[in-house]
């Protein structure tokens, strides 16, 4: 089989990235644009803005992702777009130009879910670096700043599927991260911050419980019991959590000290940040990121026993989280579970790992109609 080369497109949030990946087993170029700054000073990311900032990104980051790979757009063999989950107008940026080329080019167009691609990441670097050796069932743990989702996955020739088996009833374990760094005026995003901030902070100062899901809330609702035991995640709880803390402990005036103090600082660095928080702060900090953890890893194994897997991914933004990826290790590894993550460039939202996930798809033919279009609810299956 000759070598193919996929252009992947992904712009479904706050990032335009392009690159190209030969036969999904090698990373010939990786372009990412972070919209990190615009989104910076509201705290989170604004879709307008996101949907401006990609169509002002999207041509150069493609044009780059070619160079470096030293393609051409004539010269590949098959582009990839994420098609959802996402923002609508976000996604809309990549479709359309997506679609565009390949009417031009006349080359097929594979529509790649977001949630794959995260999946894929983690193919994608095992292939690169030789290890071909995967056993099935694999469960993944995709958790990011939209999502944290459960999937046993599996492949059938070529084709790869996908169950849920759990997800967050509220908001993504990301977003709470990314909350609570707003909330206590540490900037944006969140993840990247408290990760740094935390290893200066008492884990154990302040205890937030695990969250408690009833499992049975369907069948009360009069609807059928799920075939498969479930293993959903909840974090809405831990942010309130942090707020009456916030209250009780009456940390507003040190909050807002902070605010002022980083804005000064064009883009504040993680020193800035350090200098900016007193002792109780960065314990809240450790001790919230200790809670959310031991929370993902708890299900997340849990799960792994119940559906007697042999193999675990944890991937998305929130896995390039350092205490996650050594408590997932220690954990799993007293299980006796093989557990992979992609490397931190290739967690946190890339095209790399839509042009991995879209190399299946290319072997089957699987290309998308001319007329597909942004699914900002797209489920994966
Ligand atoms: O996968 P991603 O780039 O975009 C989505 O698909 O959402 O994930 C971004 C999320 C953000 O919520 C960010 O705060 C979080 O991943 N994140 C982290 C870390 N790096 C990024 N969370 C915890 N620790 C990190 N080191
Ligand atoms: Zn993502």
Known sequence: MADAYILGIESSCDETTAAVVRSGEEIVSNVVFSQFATHQPYGGVVPELASREHLRAIV????????????????????????????????????????????ALDKPLIAVNHLEGHIHAVLLEERQKGNRELNFPVLALVVSGGHTHLYLAEQTSQVWSYRNIGH?????????????????????????????????????????????????????????EPELPRFDFSYSGIKTAVLR?????????????RRAALSDVEQPKTDDVLASCDSQTLDLVASFQRAMVEDLIGKTLAAARAYDVATLFVT???AANNQLRRRFEEEAGMQGLPVYFPSRPLSTDNAAMIAAAAYPKFLAQDFAAMDFSAEAGMVLK
């Not at 803390?245 to 000290?257: C, F, M, P, T």
């Open 60 to 103: 150069p980051v493609v044009r780059k992702a070619l160079t470096d790979a030293g393609q051409t757009y004539q010269s590949i063999d098959a582009l990839a777009v994420t098609q959802g989950p996402g923002l609508a107008g976000a996604l809309l940026v990549g479709i359309s130009y997506a679609k565009a080329l390949a009417f």
């Open 168 to 224: 967050t009833r509220d908001d993504a374990a990301g977003e709470a991260f990314d909350k609570v760094a707003k909330l206590l005026g540490l900037g944006y995003p969140g993840g990247p911050i408290i990760d740094k901030l935390s290893v200066h902070g008492n884990p154990l100062a302040v205890n937030f419980p695990p969250s408690q899901i009833k499992h049975r809330d369907r069948k009360a609702a009069g609807q059928p």
């Open 245 to 257: 803390y916030v209250e009780a402990q009456n940390l507003h005036d040190s909050i807002a000290k």
């Open 316 to 318: 998305g933004g929130v």
